[in-house]
C-alpha cells in the first residue's frame, strides 16, 4: 500500500513540473498525423462533412454556369426538401464533350473551400441514366480534380472504373471515390489554417450520358474531407 502511494505522489509531481503537461486528445472529429519532437503540437487532420448545393436559382445548372459563371458549391448544411417538392438540381451531359474545360457546362462541377490539413477526400455523387445501358454496375468516368488552381488528378483519356451503387427504385446511381496520397497539404501544427480551394468535375465516359443530380435528401451528393477510411474507387493524384 506504501508503495503504491509513493508512486501515486511520483506522478502527480511529475505533471505538476514546468514544461512536463499530460498528451491531450484530439477535438473530436480529429486525429495526430506524422510524428512530433516532445513538447511540440502535433498536427491535426479533422473529418468534415460537406454537401453539393444548387448554384443560383435555375435547375438545369448548365444554364447557371454557362450564362452566370456560378460554379455549384458545398457547406456543412445536409439537404432539406426532397425531390417530390420541387427540390434539387443538376447538370445534363451531351454527347458534346466539354475537352479539357469543365467550367463550360458540360460536366458535373463543384468548387469550393476547405480549411486546415488536407490528406484525402471522398466524394459521393449520383447520375440519372439517360444513355446507352450498361451490362453491369461498373462504369469509367472521367474526373478532373484542382486544388488552388493546380491539377491533381489531371482529366484522364480513358476514364476511372468505378462501381455503381443503383438506388432502391433504380432511378438514379450513386459513385463514391476518394482522392488519397495527397502530398504537402498536411504540414500545419493543430488542425491548420489555409483555406484552399478544390474544385471536383466528373463526366460520364463514352456514351453512358446522365444527369448529375443533387441537393436532396434523395440524393445527398458532396464531399468529405479527411474520412477516417476511404470509400470507394481510389484516386491517387497524377
Not at 488552381?149 to 471515390?177: H, L, N, W
Request: glycine share 12%.
Amino acid at each position: 500500500m506504501r508503495s503504491r502511494t509513493i508512486v501515486t505522489i511520483v506522478a502527480l509531481a511529475v505533471t505538476a513540473l514546468p514544461g512536463i503537461a499530460a498528451h491531450e486528445a484530439p477535438p473530436e472529429g480529429c486525429r495526430e498525423t506524422g510524428t512530433h519532437a516532445e513538447g511540440e503540437e502535433p498536427r491535426l487532420i479533422c473529418t468534415e462533412a460537406n454537401y453539393f448545393h444548387c448554384a443560383g436559382d435555375l435547375k438545369l445548372q448548365n444554364a447557371e454556369i454557362i450564362a452566370n459563371s456560378n460554379i455549384p458549391s458545398w457547406d456543412t448544411t445536409p439537404p432539406a426538401g426532397s425531390v417530390t417538392a420541387g427540390e434539387g438540381c443538376g447538370t445534363y451531359e451531351t454527347l458534346l464533350t466539354s475537352g479539357d474545360n469543365p467550367y463550360n457546362g458540360m460536366d458535373g462541377i463543384w468548387e469550393g473551400t476547405f480549411t486546415g490539413n488536407l490528406e484525402s477526400f471522398t466524394v459521393e455523387v449520383h447520375k440519372i441514366d439517360t444513355g446507352t445501358s450498361r451490362v453491369d454496375d461498373t462504369e469509367a468516368a472521367l474526373l478532373w480534380i484542382r486544388i488552388d488552381g493546380v491539377d491533381v488528378v489531371a482529366r484522364q483519356a480513358d476514364g476511372t472504373p468505378m462501381a455503381a451503387e443503383r438506388s432502391s427504385t433504380g432511378a438514379s446511381i450513386k459513385y463514391t471515390f476518394t482522392v488519397t496520397g495527397l502530398q504537402g497539404y498536411n504540414l500545419e501544427r493543430g488542425a491548420g489554417t489555409i483555406e484552399r480551394t478544390i474544385t471536383i468535375g466528373v463526366r460520364s465516359f463514352a456514351n453512358n450520358q446522365g444527369a448529375w443530380v443533387w441537393d436532396t435528401t434523395e440524393v445527398p451528393a458532396g464531399v468529405t474531407f479527411n474520412p477516417a477510411s476511404p470509400a470507394g474507387t481510389l484516386v491517387f493524384p497524377g
